[in-house]
């Protein structure tokens, strides 16, 4: 009998200590997963920035799980972050000009497109270059397109 409850402690004991090691564990990846994104982005001299137009909402939700390769959603950007981008961009004197990369995939609203080529004719008062390519432009991204000098 005696053996018998020597044996249970054991792995009651192991049990614990491997359930500590993991929640450890857990703790610092979250930690490190959270301290990798809220990075400031390092802008180098004559720089372009790139503007993806593809599914844009007014507020997209950050997703803990797409910065680690596994969830399934499309990626969307938000409307706000858009804004706040190109208003940087025009502020700072290493970005040189945007690059829009249209597609006939683009996916937002009406509003939302008027805000971004609104923020984009804000843009060019700074007097940087905007250029857009696509192979196939949707109404909307074209119309966002139009801003471009080229």
Request: charged letters at 25%.
């Amino acid at each position: 009998m005696k053996e018998f409850f020597k044996q249970v402690l054991a792995t009651v004991v192991g049990i614990v200590v491997v359930c500590i090691l993991l929640t450890v564990l857990g703790f610092v990846s979250l930690a490190g997963v959270i301290a990798s994104s809220s990075s400031e982005t390092k802008v180098k001299d004559n720089s372009i920035m790139v503007l993806k137009l593809g599914t844009v909402v007014e507020r997209a939700v950050d997703n803990p799980l797409a910065a680690l390769g596994i969830s399934d959603e499309m990626e969307e950007t938000g409307l706000d972050d858009i804004l706040a981008s190109i208003k940087k961009a025009a502020e700072n004197d290493d970005i040189k000009g945007i690059y829009i990369e249209g597609s006939a995939s683009t996916s937002m609203a009406p509003a939302t497109a008027e805000a971004i080529r609104h923020e984009l004719l804000n843009f060019k008062q700074s007097k940087k270059f905007i250029i857009s390519y696509a192979d196939t432009y949707s109404r909307l991204s074209y119309y966002i397109a139009s801003v471009a000098d080229k």
